[in-house]
């Protein structure tokens, strides 16, 4: 059974004080690994996709990172706007469709 | 805005009973999927469906139910519900796999809240 874990669960951080997210996983064969935000009250929405160990993606303050057993979410002077669930999920290739399974995600909370 | 529409946004029932839930995909995304999100499970996911036909199937209770229609919207059904029922239901589409390498980029609604008391 595929299995993410992401910690920590909660994260306070200063604005600007950078810091790392981090998710775990195991499954059968990996066709990708997903980051997506989610604010209060909305649905989660795409960040990046990581297919390969060693594969890196940038987007403004954030970086995901990928080794064959977990994925670092790098966040670089972070401001209040970046606050929000962080969620992780992978896709395998024995899955039929392109079910994801989630993590129970990291709430980032950065104080000005 | 992702552009996936989800109705209605807040539901309060009472248990036993019976609700739909309606989800509107983006323009051209020929897959829907429904997830679950609760506070002690996290984003569960349910079913998708692609094109009409159900594609996969997660921990999807038999009390629930879905279909996509010939214009591509999604209903989840939920019956003789349970208080442990509620939570946000979201609704995702994605557009036609093999074509995109990401075929993990879902497009996500606002959720349909469900309160069952």
């Known amino acids: 059974e595929d299995q993410v874990t992401q910690s920590p669960e909660a994260l306070r951080l200063q604005e600007g004080e950078s810091s790392s997210l981090n998710c775990s996983y195991t499954?059968?064969?990996?066709?990708?690994l997903f980051w997506y935000r989610q604010d209060p009250g909305k649905g989660p929405e795409f960040l990046f996709t990581?297919?390969?160990a060693g594969e890196e993606k940038e987007k403004e303050r954030l970086k995901a990172t990928l080794t064959k057993k977990e994925s670092f979410l790098h966040i670089t002077a972070p401001k209040p706007e970046d606050s929000a669930t962080y969620l992780c999920?992978?896709?395998?290739?024995?899955?039929?469709?392109?079910?994801?399974?989630f993590g129970g995600g990291t709430r980032l909370m950065v104080k000005p | 805005d992702s552009g996936v529409t989800q109705t209605p946004k807040h539901l309060i029932t009472a248990t036993g009973q019976r609700v739909t839930l309606r989800c509107s995909p983006r323009?051209?995304?020929?897959?829907v999927y429904w997830y679950q999100q609760s506070l002690d499970q996290g984003l569960q996911f349910l079913i998708q469906?692609?094109?009409?036909?159900?594609?996969a199937k997660g921990n999807i209770l038999e009390r629930f139910s879905a279909q996509q229609f010939p214009d591509l919207h999604s209903e989840l059904n939920l019956s003789s519900l349970e208080l442990g029922d509620s939570a946000l239901y979201f609704c995702?589409?994605?557009?036609?796999?093999?074509?995109?390498?990401?075929?993990?980029?879902?497009?996500f609604g606002e959720g349909s809240r469900l309160t069952v008391l």
């Open positions: 995702a589409s994605s557009t036609r796999p093999g074509r995109n390498r990401n075929t993990g980029e879902l497009f």
């Open positions: 499954v059968s064969g990996l066709r990708g």
């Open positions: 990581l297919y390969s």
């Open positions: 999920a992978v896709q395998a290739l024995s899955n039929a469709g392109n079910m994801l399974t």
């Open positions: 323009s051209g995304d020929l897959s």
């Open positions: 469906y692609y094109n009409g036909e159900e594609r």
